[in-house]
């Protein structure tokens, strides 16, 4: 079945992931774990017609200097 990428939650459990995808990141020093977070959050902002359905996910990608 096809799910949403947004469920009604806030924050929605793939923001949460991509907030701590960068966060581990950061504490390991390992920048592919802060590539996984901008791949996966941008597809979902993309899915999201550009945050309207997932502000908290915008801000993450915002927080973690993601254009």
């Known amino acids: 079945r096809v799910r949403p990428v947004y469920d009604g939650a ?3 459990g793939g923001a949460v992931m991509v907030r701590n ?3 581990l990141a950061r504490l390991t020093g390992d920048p592919s ?3 996984s977070a901008r791949t ?3 597809g979902m902002l993309a899915a999201a017609e550009v945050g ?3 502000p908290f996910l915008l ?3 915002v927080e973690a200097g993601d254009e």
């Open 59 to 61: 801000g993450v990608m």
């Open 52 to 54: 309207a359905a997932a």
């Open 33 to 35: 774990w802060a590539a």
């Open 10 to 12: 806030l924050p929605s």
């Open 40 to 42: 996966c959050g941008r």
């Open 21 to 23: 995808l960068f966060r």
